[in-house]
T-cell receptor, first 113, second 112 residues
Framework: SQTIHQWPATLVQPVGSPLSLECTVE??????LYWYRQAAGRGLQLLFY??????ISSEVPQNLSASRPQDRQFILSSKKLLLSDSGFYLC????????????FGEGSRLTVL | KQEVTQIPAALSVPEGENLVLNCSFT??????LQWFRQDPGKGLTSLLL?????REQTSGRLNASLDKSSGRSTLYIAASQPGDSATYLC???????????FGKGITLSVRP
């Protein structure tokens, strides 16, 4: 069966520090991968998605970047965090098959102080 | 642009009640619709996926229906339990290679 792992679960970082959140998927190959951010009262916002290694699409301009160095690894990064980067970050995957069902990781809570 | 609405934002019911959660979308040309559950501080768990050609899907005490012509989906929860307390989100995928558009969710509280 397929599983998705996301870490760290909780992170407290000072303004201006770098960020790296990692996500890996097991039990499938060539998945579509996604990074979402969830802010209170604002719903889920798609940040990045990837259909393959090295292929990244950004949905909104921001202080963050994403990379996909391996087929089942997706990384969310920042060189210098802003207060506004605080939030709950969720990694997700879907297969390229017909169903298109989306599966989420457990999330990473980022607090920027 | 597809918009997904879930009303009300919060709902409180006594244990044992059968309940319906509503989801409406503005563009009826969809590929599929997915219902999720989210517990506080956790990720989203997929509950049911309905393809555009389907009218409903069932899993245990959950039944989701889809009416594309009216732009509506409902999630029916039978014999609700306190463990059903969570936020329920619906999401619409416009096309096979499109991204999902999410509603803001309904926070359900089932009172013992």
């Amino acid at each position: 069966s397929q599983t998705i792992h996301q870490w760290p679960a909780t992170l407290v970082q000072p303004v201006g520090s770098p960020l790296s959140l990692e996500c890996t998927v097991e039990g499938t190959s060539n998945p579509n991968l996604y990074w979402y951010r969830q802010a209170a009262g604002r719903g889920l916002q798609l940040l990045f998605y990837s259909v393959g290694i090295g292929q990244i699409s950004s949905e909104v301009p921001q202080n963050l970047s994403a990379s996909r160095p391996q087929d089942r690894q997706f990384i969310l990064s920042s060189k210098k965090l802003l207060l506004s980067d605080s939030g709950f970050y969720l990694c997700a995957w879907s297969s390229k098959g017909r169903s298109g069902e989306l599966f989420f990781g457990e999330g990473s809570r980022l607090t920027v102080l | 642009k597809q918009e997904v609405t879930q009303i009300p934002a919060a709902l409180s019911v006594p244990e044992g009640e059968n309940l319906v959660l509503n989801c409406s979308f503005t563009d009826s040309a969809i590929y599929n619709l997915q219902w999720f559950r989210q517990d506080p501080g956790k990720g989203l768990t997929s509950l049911l996926l309905i393809q555009s050609s389907q009218r409903e899907q069932t899993s245990g005490r959950l039944n989701a229906s889809l009416d594309k012509s009216s732009g509506r989906s409902t999630l029916y929860i039978a014999a609700s339990q306190p463990g059903d307390s969570a936020t329920y989100l619906c999401a619409v995928r416009p096309g096979a290679n499109s991204k999902l558009t999410f509603g803001k969710g309904i926070t359900l509280s089932v009172r013992p």
